[in-house]
C-alpha cells in the first residue's frame, strides 16, 4: 500500500494538539469536581453558609473548565474515525467497547447531574445535590477509566486475536482487556495525577488571594482541603508512577530505553537523575548519550525489573539484537514481518478469486510470521526507536515536578495548620511558590502525556500496528485545514476562558447568606 | 440468555440499540431548535436569559447522546464507523465543529470576559441548531441515497466525488434533494420541538408576548417542515434501494423501501404514529394552548426516527450502500463486530435501562417546577 507520510504527520500533528487541548482541562476536571464534592460535604455537615459560598465559587470555575473539556473531547472520539479508518477499522472490534462503555455509564452520570450541581440548589433537597456532586466526580472518573483501559490496551494489546478472514483484531477476553495491567496502573496514576493538579489550581488561586489580602478566610480553608487532597493524591502519584514506569519496563521496553536516554543495555543499570543529551547521538554510534548526568546507581535494574543486579536493555540492543541477552533484533522481525505481510495479501486475493488451495497455503504461511506483522511494515530498524529527546526531557520534568509536589503541599498543610498563611514572611517565598505551582502542574501533566504517547511511536498498537498504516486514505490538505480550524477554535476558545477565569476569580466569592 | 443468542440476532439488537440512541438524540435536539429560535422569540435580556437557560440545563443530553451514537457505532459496527467517518471526512467534521462551538456557548455566554461577547455566542449556537442537524440529516439520507466509497480487500475505503477537481469527501451528500430535504426536515422539527419544550418548562404566566412567539413558531416551522417530510416519505416510498440477495450480492431493487415497510408492517405503524403524534403535539399547542405538546411531538420524532433507521438496514437491505461499487456497500452482518464483541457488549447494555431511569428520574425532578422570571434573575443562570 502506498503510505502518504505527509497525510501521517498531519494526522498526528492533529491527534496531538487535540489531546494535549483537551489534557490541559481534563486533569482539572477529575480532581476539581472531588474536591467540590469535598467542600460541598462539609457544608453539608456543618451547615456553615461560608462552606456553599465556597464551593459554589469553585464550582463556577469547575464549569468554566468543564464545558471546554467537552467541547475539545468530542473531537477526540470521532477523529480515530476521520483521521485513523483504518486503524478503527482493524482494532475496533477491541478499542470501541470501551469508548461506548464510556459514554452509556461515565457521559450520561456527568451529563445528567451536572444540571442538578448547578442549577438544583433550590430545586432539589441539600442532600441530593451533595449526591449529585459526588455523582459528576465519580462520573468524570469513571470516564477516565474506560478511556484509559482503552489508551492502556494501546500500549499492551492483550485478550485479542488476528482473524485473517477479516483482516482485522477480534476481542476474545474481554476482562483480559479491563484488567490489562498497564490500564489499571495509566488509571491510578493518571487519576490520581488530576487530583494532584486541581489541588494545585486551588493552591495557586488561594495563593493570590492571600498575596493580595482578599477573601483570607475562603483561601485558607481552601489551602487546608487542597493540601490534604494534594499531598496524598502527589504521595500515590509517585508511589504509582513507579509502578507504570515497571510496567513500561516489562512491555515497552523501547519506551524505556527512551525515556533514559539508554542506548547500550547494563546489568545493575543506575537511573539517570538528570542530565543533558548529546545532540549528535545516533544509534548504534559509539558516543556517549549524554553531555552531562547524574546517575543513581543500580536504580534503573530496581525499577525495571525490581532487582538490583537485572539487564536493562538499551536501545542499540533492541534495535540491532543482543545475543548474549536473547534479544532479537529489528532486522529479522522486519524480515519476518513483510512475509507476513505479503502471504496476508496472497490469501486474500486467493479468497476472492475462490482459489481454497492457494488461500489454505497462504493462510499457513501467514501464521508461521503472524506475530511480526506490524513489523512488516517498517522500511528501516530505526523507525522502530520513538524520538528520543522529547520522551527523555518529557519524562525527566514529569519526575521532578512530581518530586516536588509533595514537599511543596507539605510545607503548606504545615502553615495551614498553624494557622500560619497570613504571615508576611510567607509572601516572599511560599506564596508566590504556590502561585506558580498550577502552571508547574501542567507542564507535568503534558509532559506525563508525551511520555505515554510519544514514547508509544512508531506503534498506534505496541509491536502490532505501526502508526502510518493507521490513517485514513485521505488527501494531507484535508487534515491540514482542519488542524488549523481545530488550532484556530481551541485557542480562540482557551483564551475566552482563560480571561473569564481571571475574571471571576477576581470577583472571588458571591457572599451569600 | 444474551450467551445464545446467535450472530445475526446480536447483529440486529445492535443495529436496534443504534438506532434507539439515534431516535432519542433526534428527540433532544430539541436543545438545537430551541437555539435557532433565541432571536426569533426571545426580544429582551430577561427573555433571552430565560431561554438559553432553560435550554442550558439539557445541552448535554444530545451532545452526550451524540457522542454514544458515535461509540454505539464504534463499537457494535466498526466498518460502517471507518467509513463513514473516515470517508464522508467533512460532513462529519463539520458536523462536530457545530458541536464544539456549543459546547462552551452556554456556559461562557453571559460571563463577564467572555472575549467574543454575548452575540457570538448565541451566533455559535445558531450554527449548531441550523446546519449541525441539517449535516446529520444529509448524512442519515445517505443510509437511502448512497455514498462515494469503494473499499479494498483489507476494508481500506477510498471516497471519489471530485468537482472541480476537488474531492469533496462527503460534502457531496448535501447536494441530493432527499439528503437536503430530510436535512431541512430535521431542522424545522427540532424547532417545534424546542419551542414545544420552552412552552413546557418556563412559567409563562407573566410573559404572554413570549408565549405567543413560541406557540406561533411551533405552527410556521410544522407547515415549513410539512413538505419536506412529505418530499421525504414519498420518495422513500417509490426510490429503489439497495437490496441483499442469499449470496451476498447488492443490486438495486425498485420500491425497495416500500416493500421494506410493508414486510415489516410494525415499522409502518410506528411511522404513521409517529407522525399522527407529532401533528397531535403541534395542534393541540397551536390550537387547544396545550403545554404538554412536547410529549407527544417528542415521542413522535422518536419513532420516526426509529423508522428512518431500521427501514435501510433490515429485510435483507445495505444500510450504507455504495453508489460507485454495489458490493462494497456495508449491510448490518458485514460490518459488524465479531460474535464476541457483540455479546459482551449486550451484557453492557443491560445496564442501559437504569441509565435512562436515574435521566428521567432527575430530568422530573428538576423539571417539577417551572423556571421563573425571579429563578433567572436571583438563582444560577446562563
Not at chain 1, 530505553?257 to 547500550?264: P, Q, S, T
Not at chain 2, 430535504?181 to 424545522?188: K, M, N, T, Y
Not at chain 2, 442469499?246 to 410493508?262: A, C, P, Q, R
Request: proline share 3%; glycine share 8%; charged share 15%.
Amino acid at each position: 500500500m502506498d503510505i502518504d507520510m505527509s497525510m501521517v504527520n498531519w494526522a498526528r500533528a492533529q491527534f496531538a494538539l487535540t489531546a494535549m487541548y483537551h489534557w490541559i482541562f481534563v486533569p482539572l476536571t477529575l480532581g476539581l469536581s472531588f474536591l467540590c464534592a469535598f467542600f460541598e460535604s462539609i457544608y453539608v455537615r456543618t451547615g456553615n453558609k461560608e462552606w456553599r459560598n465556597l464551593t459554589k465559587f469553585w464550582m463556577t470555575l469547575f464549569g468554566i473548565n468543564f464545558a471546554i473539556g467537552v467541547a475539545t473531547g468530542i473531537i477526540l472520539e470521532f477523529q480515530f474515525g476521520t483521521n485513523w479508518s483504518n486503524y478503527s477499522w482493524i482494532v475496533g472490534d477491541i478499542f470501541g467497547a470501551p469508548l461506548a462503555i464510556e459514554g452509556i455509564f461515565a457521559f450520561f452520570l456527568e451529563a445528567t447531574f451536572f444540571a442538578v450541581m448547578f442549577f438544583g440548589w433550590n430545586r432539589v433537597s441539600k442532600k441530593f445535590h451533595l449526591f449529585s456532586t459526588w455523582m459528576v466526580a465519580v462520573g468524570s472518573n469513571l470516564s477516565a477509566v474506560w478511556i484509559l483501559v482503552a489508551n492502556g490496551w494501546m500500549q499492551n494489546p492483550v485478550g485479542m486475536v488476528f482473524n485473517p478472514e477479516t483482516a482485522r483484531f477480534e476481542m476474545h477476553n474481554f476482562a483480559q482487556v479491563i484488567f490489562n495491567p498497564v490500564a489499571v496502573s495509566k488509571f491510578v496514576h493518571t487519576s490520581s495525577s488530576g487530583f494532584l493538579f486541581a489541588s494545585l489550581f486551588v493552591l495557586t488561586i488561594s495563593c493570590w488571594y492571600l498575596i493580595k489580602g482578599k477573601h483570607i478566610q475562603m483561601a485558607k480553608r481552601s489551602i487546608i482541603v487542597a493540601s490534604v487532597f494534594g499531598l496524598l493524591s502527589s504521595s500515590y502519584v509517585a508511589f504509582t508512577g513507579d509502578e507504570s514506569a515497571y510496567q513500561v519496563a516489562q512491555r515497552q521496553p523501547m519506551k524505556l530505553a527512551a525515556i533514559e536516554g539508554l542506548y547500550k543495555g547494563e546489568t545493575k543499570a543506575p537511573i539517570v537523575a538528570a542530565g543533558i543529551l548529546n545532540p549528535k547521538k545516533h544509534p548504534g554510534d559509539d558516543q556517549d548519550p549524554f553531555l552531562v548526568k547524574i546517575e543513581i546507581p543500580y536504580a534503573l535494574s530496581l525499577l525495571a525489573n525490581r532487582s538490583l543486579n537485572s539487564f536493562v536493555p538499551g536501545i542499540d540492543d533492541l534495535v540491532y539484537g543482543n545475543e548474549e541477552q536473547g534479544i532479537e533484533g529489528v532486522a529479522p522481525k522486519i524480515t519476518k514481518g513483510k512475509k507476513a505481510v505479503n502471504n496476508l495479501a496472497v490469501f486474500k486475493q486467493a479468497q476472492k478469486e475462490n482459489n481454497s488451495q492457494k488461500a489454505e497455503l497462504s493462510l499457513a504461511k501467514f501464521k508461521e510470521n503472524q506475530e511480526y506483522m506490524g513489523y512488516g511494515y517498517l522500511e528501516t530498524v530505526e523507525e522502530a526507536i520513538p524520538p528520543v529527546a522529547i520522551s527523555y526531557y518529557a519524562f525527566h520534568i514529569m519526575v521532578a515536578l512530581g518530586t516536588f509536589f509533595p514537599l511543596l503541599f507539605a510545607v503548606f498543610l504545615f502553615y495551614a495548620m498553624k494557622d500560619a498563611l497570613t504571615k508576611e514572611s510567607l509572601k516572599r517565598w511560599l506564596l508566590p511558590m504556590g502561585l506558580i505551582s498550577a502552571l508547574l502542574g501542567l507542564i507535568a501533566q503534558e509532559s506525563g502525556w508525551i511520555v505515554a504517547e510519544v514514547g508509544r511511536q512508531p506503534w498506534a498498537i505496541y509491536g502490532l500496528l505501526p502508526v502510518k498504516i493507521s490513517t485514513t486514505n485521505l488527501a494531507a490538505v484535508n487534515v491540514q485545514i482542519t488542524f488549523f480550524m481545530f488550532l484556530g477554535i481551541f485557542t480562540l476558545l482557551l483564551a475566552a476562558e482563560i480571561k473569564i477565569m481571571l475574571k471571576q476569580i477576581s470577583i472571588g466569592p458571591k457572599e451569600e447568606l | 440468555m444474551i450467551s445464545n443468542f446467535d450472530y445475526a440476532t446480536l447483529q440486529q439488537l445492535w443495529w436496534i440499540i443504534c438506532s434507539i440512541i439515534g431516535a432519542l438524540f433526534l428527540f433532544l435536539t430539541l436543545v438545537q431548535g430551541g437555539q435557532t429560535l433565541l432571536w426569533q422569540v426571545a426580544k429582551t435580556d430577561l427573555e433571552k436569559s430565560l431561554v438559553i437557560t432553560s435550554l442550558g440545563r439539557k445541552w448535554k443530553m444530545p451532545f452526550t447522546t451524540l457522542v454514544l451514537f458515535g461509540g454505539a457505532l464504534f463499537a457494535a459496527f466498526p466498518k460502517f464507523y471507518a467509513t463513514s467517518f473516515g470517508g464522508a471526512y467533512w460532513v462529519w467534521m463539520l458536523i462536530l465543529f457545530s458541536f464544539i462551538i456549543q459546547a462552551v456557548s452556554y456556559e461562557y455566554r453571559k460571563k463577564p470576559g467572555n472575549l467574543l461577547g454575548p452575540k457570538v455566542y448565541e451566533l455559535f449556537l445558531f450554527i449548531n441548531g441550523s446546519v449541525g442537524v441539517l449535516l446529520i440529516g444529509a448524512a442519515v439520507g445517505t443510509f437511502y441515497t448512497g455514498s462515494n466509497f469503494t473499499l479494498d480487500l483489507f476494508n481500506r475505503v477510498t471516497w471519489d466525488y471530485t468537482l472541480m477537481g476537488i474531492n469533496l469527501r462527503g460534502l457531496e451528500a448535501a447536494f441530493s434533494l432527499f439528503n437536503l430535504s430530510l436535512g431541512i426536515f430535521l431542522v424545522f422539527n427540532a424547532r417545534i420541538l424546542g419551542a414545544l419544550y420552552l412552552l413546557n418548562s418556563i412559567d409563562l404566566s407573566s410573559i404572554p408576548d413570549l408565549e405567543s412567539r413560541l406557540r406561533k413558531n411551533v405552527l410556521t416551522s410544522f407547515l415549513i417542515a410539512l413538505p419536506f417530510l412529505l418530499y421525504v416519505l414519498i420518495s422513500i416510498l417509490l426510490m429503489k434501494g439497495f437490496s441483499v440477495d442469499n449470496t451476498g450480492i447488492i443490486s438495486l431493487v425498485s420500491f425497495k423501501y416500500l416493500s421494506n415497510l410493508l414486510s415489516m408492517p410494525h415499522l409502518l405503524v410506528l411511522l404513521v404514529l409517529g407522525i399522527l403524534l407529532v401533528v397531535y403535539g403541534v395542534i393541540s399547542t397551536s390550537y387547544k394552548q396545550s403545554n404538554k405538546g412536547i410529549w407527544f411531538s417528542g415521542l413522535g420524532t422518536f419513532f420516526v426516527g426509529l423508522v428512518v433507521l431500521c427501514l435501510p438496514a433490515f429485510n435483507n437491505t445495505a444500510f450504507y450502500p455504495s453508489k460507485l461499487d454495489l458490493q462494497s456497500s456495508l449491510t448490518i452482518y458485514n460490518a459488524s463486530s465479531s460474535m464476541y464483541t457483540l455479546t459482551t457488549m449486550t451484557y453492557v447494555a443491560i445496564g442501559i435501562p437504569f441509565v435512562l431511569a436515574y435521566v428521567v428520574y432527575v430530568w422530573k425532578l428538576m423539571d417539577s417546577k417551572k423556571l421563573t422570571k425571579e429563578e433567572v434573575i436571583n438563582d444560577e443562570s446562563y
